[in-house]
């Protein structure tokens, strides 16, 4: 008796100490991303008030097209940060600078090839985009660094270094706000906020190298990897081309659609409600980190329990954030309007609350969709789900595009719905899934 105390206390303890270490990683990445925040978000606030409304709306239509053709963004860098965790966990240093080059090399030459392809589709997205070829060229050219800058990234996440991972989103904010504030005053107009996307993304990536310096160091190990990350990578990059279009293609219609004032003015609006969904998926990250690690140590007693323990105190984060931008938009729309865009934009000010609703669900929806990914279960029903309610959002957005309200309305009835799919799949079919995977 007194032994199976004593076991159970050390297991209390090294859960309490797991649940420390994440709050503890969440101030320091919520601490980081207040800067980080200020660079991008300042951006997007300083340029939509030198470009009128009509060039805002083309500018933010392209940055959403680099959502869509970024996605191998998101999963470089969860698959990096996930077998990182792993190496790390072994103190397998000379493996995780071997998986590093390996990744870089992996990346460009299939970067260089989307490069190609998007060059090829030239004539389509101007058309599309009602943009010209000097636009669509230099946005092109962000694919190049765009795929690479995640694996530095993901090494940070992985190696749960995250006061340097938000110092290194600082520096591509800063950069990105300075180059393109530049080229905007020397009259290259969109064209000079274009320029500063790959360029920050450039020297972001470059000036990651410092931080991973003691692994780079060391003797490189040839990561031999196997078919389990290519299954995974193809996972995780359906799963993340699915979410980042949920988000995105919402803009991309309102540009085909609505009127080039009314596309400016959903911009903005679209703009704004997702500062909720980024600032979350700040506890995203970190919660990811911390359950992959939770479950590759293997923890004999409760290890779903404490698992779930991390999502929840995640959740219980998330809707914080959430509730304070919702009373917010509801409060003092008009202000929320000002300070962030302009008063210029004051005429989408009705419409906020909606929208943070809208990007509110898609951020608690993402806890779990990371959660799955992490714990390396349900990844195929999870892509199924987003590729339902993705086609139900374009199938009514296709029906249903007259005015504002009408875009907000039916971003929340998709994400609502999605989000309480999600719930059901977390709690009445991933323990079962999870038990069949550790029969397997």
Avoid at 167 to 191: F, H, M, P, Q, Y
Avoid at 294 to 323: C, M, N, P, W
Avoid at 346 to 356: D, F, H, N, R, S
Avoid at 390 to 402: D, E, G, R, S, V
Wanted: net charge positive.
């Amino acid at each position: 008796m007194f032994e199976m105390s004593k076991n159970k206390e050390k297991q209390n303890d090294k859960q309490s100490e797991v649940k420390a270490k994440f709050k503890r990683n969440v101030f320091t990445k919520l601490l980081m991303l207040i800067v980080a925040a200020i660079a991008s978000y300042a951006f997007y606030f300083i340029v939509a008030r030198i470009l009128n409304v009509e060039e805002y709306g083309l500018l933010y239509s392209l940055i959403a097209l680099t959502y869509i053709f970024t996605v191998p963004h998101e999963t470089i860098r969860t698959v990096i940060a996930r077998y990182t965790v792993e190496l790390a966990a072994k103190k397998e240093y000379g493996k995780i600078k071997g998986f590093f080059f390996a990744a870089v090399k992996t990346v460009f030459c299939y970067s260089f090839v989307a490069f190609i392809i998007f060059l090829i589709s030239l004539p389509f997205l101007t058309e599309l985009f009602h943009a010209s070829t000097a636009n669509m060229i230099i946005i092109g050219t962000s694919l190049l660094v765009a795929f690479l800058l995640p694996v530095i990234w993901g090494m940070l996440q992985g190696m749960q270094s995250f006061g340097h991972l938000g110092l290194n989103n600082s520096i591509e904010g800063l950069v990105k706000l300075i180059i393109a504030v530049g080229l905007i005053l020397l009259g290259l107009g969109v064209n000079g906020a274009l320029i500063s996307i790959p360029m920050s993304m450039a020297i972001a990536f470059f000036a990651g190298f410092w931080p991973l310096r003691k692994i780079l160091r060391s003797k490189t190990e040839k990561f031999k990897g196997d078919k389990a990350i290519v299954r995974y990578s193809l996972a995780a990059f359906v799963i993340f081309l699915l979410f980042i279009a949920l988000y995105s293609v919402d803009t991309i219609l309102a540009r085909y659609y609505l009127s080039a004032r009314l596309s400016g003015l959903y911009s903005s609006l679209s703009m704004m409600s997702k500062t909720v969904l980024f600032v979350s998926i700040t506890i995203t990250r970190v919660m990811f980190s911390a359950v992959a690690e939770q479950s590759h140590k293997k923890l004999k007693t409760k290890k779903e329990q404490g698992d779930r323990q991390i999502l929840f105190t995640a959740g219980l984060y998330v809707l914080s954030i959430v509730a304070v931008f919702l009373l917010a938009s509801i409060l003092a729309p008009k202000l929320y309007v000002t300070v962030f865009v302009g008063s210029q934009y004051l005429e989408a000010a009705p419409y906020l609350k909606y929208m943070v609703i809208a990007m509110g669900l898609l951020s608690l929806s993402s806890l779990i969709i990371f959660y799955n990914l992490s714990m390396n279960w349900n990844k195929q029903l999870t892509a199924k789900t987003l590729g339902v309610f993705l086609f139900l959002q374009i199938a009514l957005l296709i029906l249903f595009h007259k005015n504002l309200q009408q875009f907000a309305n039916i971003l929340i009835i998709t994400n609502a719905l999605l989000f309480v799919s999600l719930l059901f799949i977390l709690f009445f079919i991933s323990p079962k899934a999870n038990e069949n995977q550790q029969k397997r």
